[in-house]
């Protein structure tokens, strides 16, 4: 399998091309290289230049896309991110890190600090908080898996719950504390299996809808994962995180290898596929955007990405070719062409919260 990436950021692009082998080993070419290296801090900890909007996600069979971040901002678009506009009432002032929308319902289910569970069932315009979560840690990251009602939730100190009820009640999976935050987790596709990376490099798979927990062992870095993502309709999973770590694995997670190339200066914090494709975009620190494409076989350039500080979060637009993303500053970026351009959205507001 060849391999390639593209890379969008202020000031920043760069191309690169991989040979025929399925060890991916690309060289890079810089066109003009960016002085920046500004690194995030740990997410949950960010300072007051931190990004307002923390996580988004598109309403299945609709034009509704939400987003939401620090001290219980709420934002919601009805024109598939074009405008948007704050909820008010927001339940919480907390910062909310993670959003999930449930495969083809109006359900959305959001978690964040100090365990904090937001749901809503009217396509997120109207928020109620789930009193009866079970610990007090942040919870950095929810996944729903297809075809049912589980939901799973990660984070402070490797804590995982579990929902079989759509996010109404909350147990605490076995096996899943490890002492390093678990910062993503990923479903593999009508597999029942799951991916939760964290700090220190840190795997957990689950081959049971997330009911139990292994670490992986032998993962080939230290550095600290921040994002996972399964590849739809194959067994390829990649794991992204600080200083350019890429990791790649071919039997859902059972075993990682490293992958060379990535820039090191740059923070991965967030990949999505791209509308059930084999298409990853990640993106990260530095306005940094980072294409896949068709396992490397084609390649063109990319415009728009103006972004100057760190993109936290991607979300793909089901049954479309329309990709979003926001970062700080109240940033929110969007594509029509699966990534390949990608053009900033003014006038966002934040309301109160800015």
Known sequence: MRWGWSIISAGL??????????????SW??????????????RGEWTNTTPVL????????????????????????????????PIDGAPTKLHIHSVVAMPNRDLLVAVGDSGAVLRSDDKGAHWSRIENATTGLSLLAVVALENADVLVAVGGNGIVLRSEDSGAHWKQAEGG?????????????????????GAGGVIL??????????????????QTLRAVAAIPNTNLLIAMGDAGTVLRSDDRGAHWKQIQGAPQDRNFLAVAAANNTDLLIAVGSGGVILRREDKGA?????????????IVAVASVPNTD????????????????RGARWKQVQGVSIGQHL
């Open 322 to 337: 329309l990709l979003l993303a926001i970062g700080q500053g109240g940033t929110v970026l969007r594509s029509e062409d």
């Open 177 to 197: 504390t490890t002492g390093n935050p678990l910062y993503a987790v990923a479903a593999v596709k009508n597999t029942g299996q799951l991916i939760a990376v």
């Open 13 to 26: 692009m760069m191309a690169v091309s991989a040979g025929a082998t399925s060890d991916w080993t690309p």
């Open 205 to 222: 798979r689950s081959e049971d809808k997330g009911a139990h927990w292994n670490k992986i062992e032998g993962v080939p870095t230290k």
């Open 54 to 85: 923390l996580t988004l996600a598109a309403v299945p069979n609709t034009d509704v896309i939400v987003a939401l971040g620090e001290l219980g901002a709420i934002l919601r678009s009805e024109d598939r991110g074009l405008h948007w506009k």
């Open 29 to 42: 070419q810089t066109i003009p290289q960016s002085s920046s290296t500004q690194q995030p801090p740990e």
């Open 298 to 310: 084609h390649w063109s350039p990319v415009e728009g990405a103006t972004a100057r500080q760190a």
